[in-house]
T-cell receptor
Framework: KAGVTQTPRYLIKTRGQQVTLSCSPISGHRSVSWYQQTPGQGLQFLFEYFSETQRNKGNFPGRFSGRQFSNSRSEMNVSTLELGDSALYLC?????????????FGPGTRLTVT | AQTVTQSQPEMSVQEAETVTLSCTYDTSESDYYLFWYKQPPSRQMILVIRQEAYKQQNATENRFSVNFQKAAKSFSLKISDSQLGDAAMYFCAYLPETSGSRLTFGEGTQLTVNP
């Protein structure tokens, strides 16, 4: 079974630009979550999508948005990039059934904002 | 607010020895899941082990086992027969049943394995 895939793996953008990151979950997983990882703030939850609907949202400004498609693939968008948005963005897909829960992460997209 | 605390920023262990990483969490929920993830230099987050709070038996995965103390809100990870490949950052994470898939992570423990 293929794992979670994220594209692109590396990205360099300039302040003020926007960026779109993509995540394809494990087959059969309908939930996709996004996390931002930085040395200073650690791992922070951005949002979660389930069946094309945002189910949870973290404490991030409106510049951060996302969506999920009918095939469960998800994208996140960051508009008007700031230097502080430089981070590793991790996507995770998950499934919860019969009292068991599993969540697996993709390899991440490293975003550098200059 | 739910919090996860890993009080050991760094740990080291000799190859083939045993090491225990600590994690405590704060919650008022009764149904939840706990996880340990490993993040090697490649930055890939790898699920090491998970524990359902409703299960009294501690989870075990090969050389990895946990000591889950629900009343004390403690969830430590024991790595037996440590190998060089175990060197990584380890994160403890918490997920309440009612929270969809929103994980709360601890700050991480950097584990060094000495040959």
């Amino acid at each position: 079974k293929a794992g979670v895939t994220q594209t692109p793996r590396y990205l360099i953008k300039t302040r003020g630009q926007q960026v779109t990151l993509s995540c394809s979950p494990i087959s059969g997983h309908r939930s996709v979550s996004w996390y931002q990882q930085t040395p200073g703030q650690g791992l922070q939850f951005l949002f979660e999508y389930f069946s094309e609907t945002q189910r949870n949202k973290g404490n991030f400004p409106g510049r951060f948005s996302g969506r999920q498609f009918s095939n469960s693939r998800s994208e996140m968008n960051v508009s008007t990039l700031e230097l502080g948005d430089s981070a590793l963005y991790l996507c995770a897909s998950s499934r919860h059934r019969q009292g068991a829960y599993e969540q697996y992460f993709g390899p991440g997209t490293r975003l550098t904002v200059t | 607010a739910q919090t996860v605390t890993q009080s050991q920023p760094e740990m080291s262990v000799q190859e083939a020895e045993t090491v225990t990483l600590s994690c405590t969490y704060d919650t008022s929920e009764s149904d939840y899941y706990l996880f340990w993830y490993k993040q090697p230099p490649s930055r890939q987050m790898i699920l090491v082990i998970r524990q359902e709070a409703y299960k009294q038996q501690n989870a075990t995965e090969n050389r990895f086992s946990v000591n889950f103390q629900k009343a004390a809100k403690s969830f430590s990870l024991k790595i037996s027969d440590s190998q060089l490949g175990d060197a990584a950052m380890y994160f403890c994470a918490y997920l309440p049943e009612t929270s969809g898939s929103r994980l709360t992570f601890g700050e991480g423990t950097q584990l060094t394995v000495n040959p």
